[in-house]
């Protein structure tokens, strides 16, 4: 619980959740929440993940009449009594009360808050009388995801005219909204997770303001067209994951699509078999963001317009179908900041990829393909913002003959774990100074336990060497290190005793697997 610049009123998460947090002194010292009064110029005040079942609570709340922002979602809240202290904040601009157990009876309570421009009733049991809220023709941002309302909210939603953000997820909404079509103001849009099917588009497509459109695990069937959302032609965000299209239809003359700079087909193939048929044409000259996990996707994918959308800065296609060597004009997509290829059957050797030309890359997963992958991270050395590689379960190998160069990442996190011989320790080692993670499981090298990766990399946490063929003693770096916490040694050929300052070494450890080693003498 901390008050920052006398302004800002943090509290602890929940205690079930964190069961060592410091939400028990907060328990504790409930007894003085009454000096909150005091704060007479507080104007944030954010009280989320904590249980105040008890109404006193709330009402030394109402007395900080100068709040404009209150945050009191998941915090047990259960009726209208608990929060009637709350009546006097007049000044009230931003309130949630999300993820708590609220009924009906509390939306005719929220009129009396005229200058609500953002209410968050997201995950609780509200079914109707949204028209309650009829006073609060400031309202911009509105949440009522998660929670059981039907499809009889729909004329209620044009009381509010200002509407910039509706979020209606989660809800048994059922075919078409057509009361939307009121909200011509609105940017945001989420009706993920409601039963309602192709219908929807139709009444969606005349908000011309929308930038960010949900759709997700909505019933969607068959063909896509996106002719369909021409009109909203600021679209930025679209959304269409968990449904079963089986094919989009796009081309060239499409409007909406040259603005559009994120869309998401994660979970989309309809029968399970055949992937969704996608031909992207080239035609989003802005696309940044592109996902398309988790369908059926073959190497084909590349050959219809991926290659060529040049502005693409994250792109995850991981568990699909694709296999094959990675197609060469992979290497044209040189704004790539993520690129994710987990989960499939690419083979062949990475050296010779278009991986080498992608170095804007900070993250790059290639974990369970059949990649090989050299231990030096040769082809890597230029990838300067390199932060995050894993390559778990490919083959790697051993190359020889590397040429003494410095690598220009300096990688936070590694997974080279799976199957392979590495020779010698891997020299980039050496160059890394902010290390937090790194696994080499089952990969056989020479050499002893490089303390020295412990000793140059002050922020490394976990360090799992399993199954190395690693030997000599057990020599430990000479300073302590606070942040490590977990080592697993275990299956080499170690000898020797455990150091007995392995405890002022690591004083953080939680975990340690030092099994299978020919490790002598006593535990210190
Ligand atoms: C609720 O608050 C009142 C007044 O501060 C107090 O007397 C009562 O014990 C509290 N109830 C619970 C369940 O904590
Ligand atoms: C929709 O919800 C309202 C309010 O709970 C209820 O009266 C009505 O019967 C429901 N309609 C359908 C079709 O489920
Ligand atoms: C794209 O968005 C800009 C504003 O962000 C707008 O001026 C332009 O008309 C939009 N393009 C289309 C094709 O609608
Ligand atoms: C890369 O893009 C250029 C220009 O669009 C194109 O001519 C070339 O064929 C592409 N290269 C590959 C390898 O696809
Ligand atoms: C991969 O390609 C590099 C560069 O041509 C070559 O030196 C290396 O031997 C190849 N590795 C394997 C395992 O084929
Ligand atoms: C890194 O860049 C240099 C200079 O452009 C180039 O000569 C070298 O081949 C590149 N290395 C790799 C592994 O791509
Ligand atoms: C140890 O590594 C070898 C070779 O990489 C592998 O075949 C074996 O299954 C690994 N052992 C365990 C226990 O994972
Ligand atoms: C890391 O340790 C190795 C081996 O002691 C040493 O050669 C290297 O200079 C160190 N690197 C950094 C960045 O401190
Ligand atoms: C420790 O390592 C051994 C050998 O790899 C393994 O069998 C065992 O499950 C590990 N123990 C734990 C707690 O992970
Ligand atoms: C550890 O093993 C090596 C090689 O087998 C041996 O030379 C050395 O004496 C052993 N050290 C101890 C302390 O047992």
């Known amino acids: 619980m901390t008050v920052v610049n006398g302004k800002t009123f943090t509290a602890a998460p929940p205690q079930d959740e964190f069961p060592n947090s410091v939400f028990g002194a907060i328990i504790g010292s409930l007894n003085g929440f009454e000096r909150l009064e005091r704060l007479s110029k507080l104007e944030f005040l954010d009280l989320e993940y904590n249980r105040f079942n008890n109404k006193s609570i709330v009402s030394s709340i109402g007395h900080l009449s100068s709040l404009k922002s209150l945050n009191l979602a998941y915090t047990g809240l259960e009726s209208v009594t608990n929060i009637q202290g709350l009546s006097s904040l007049q000044n009230l601009v931003f309130l949630d009360l999300s993820l708590n157990n609220f009924s009906d009876s509390i939306i005719s309570f929220l009129r009396i808050f005229p200058s609500l421009k ?3 009733l997201a995950g609780n049991r509200l079914k109707s009388g949204i028209q309650g809220l009829s006073g609060l023709e400031n309202l911009e941002f509105l949440d009522l995801s998660f929670n059981n309302f039907n499809k009889s909210i729909k004329p209620f939603l044009r009381i509010f005219p200002s509407l910039k953000s509706l979020n209606l997820a989660g809800n048994r909404l059922e075919s078409g909204i057509q009361g939307l079509s009121k909200l011509s103001n609105l940017e945001f849009l989420d009706l993920s997770f409601n039963d309602i099917g192709n219908s929807t588009l139709s009444s969606i497509g005349d908000l011309s303001s929308l930038k960010e459109l949900h759709l997700d ?37 499409i409007k909406i699509i040259r603005n559009l700079s994120s869309l998401f087909l994660d979970d989309s193939n309809g029968d399970g078999r055949s992937s969704i048929q996608l031909e992207l044409l080239g035609a989003y000259p802005f696309l940044k963001i592109l996902s398309l996990k988790h369908n059926s996707f073959k190497a084909g994918i590349f050959a219809q317009g991926l290659c060529e ?98 690598p220009k990442f300096q990688l936070r996190t590694l997974d080279l774990s799976g199957q392979g011989h590495g020779g010698v320790f891997p020299k980039f080692f050496y160059y890394q100074h902010k290390l937090e993670y790194v696994d080499m499981s089952n990969i056989k090298m020479k050499g002893e336990f490089p303390h020295w990766l412990i000793r140059n990399n002050t922020k490394l946490y976990t360090l799992h060497l399993p199954n190395c ?3 000599g003693p057990l020599q430990l770096p000479i300073h302590s290190h606070v942040y490590f916490s977990d080592l697993d040694i275990s299956d080499n050929h170690f000898n020797g005793s455990i150091p007995t300052e392995i405890g002022v070494c690591f004083p953080s450890l939680n975990f340690l697997n030092l099994s299978g080693n020919g490790l002598t003498g006593s535990i210190p």
């Open 309 to 406: 959308l040049k502005h693409l800065q994250k792109l995850d296609m991981s568990y699909n179908d694709l296999s094959g060597t990675l197609p060469l004009c992979l290497a044209n997509l040189t704004s790539l900041q993520l690129l994710d290829l987990s989960f499939n059957y690419f083979i062949g050797n990475i050296s010779l990829s278009p991986l080498g030309s992608l170095t804007s890359m900070h993250t790059l997963q290639l974990s369970s393909n059949l990649f090989r992958i050299p231990i030096s991270l040769l082809p890597f050395f230029n990838h300067s913002k390199l932060k995050h590689l894993n390559c778990h379960e490919n083959e790697i190998y051993a190359d020889i003959d590397v040429p003494t160069l410095t």
């Open 217 to 253: 695990g909505c019933g969607l069937r068959g063909t896509f067209d996106i002719q369909k959302l021409d009109a909203l032609g600021n679209l930025k965000v679209l959304s269409l994951g968990g449904n079963r299209i089986t094919k989009v239809v796009d081309s060239r003359d």
């Open 469 to 471: 063929s690693l030997s």
């Open 118 to 120: 953002s209410l968050n």
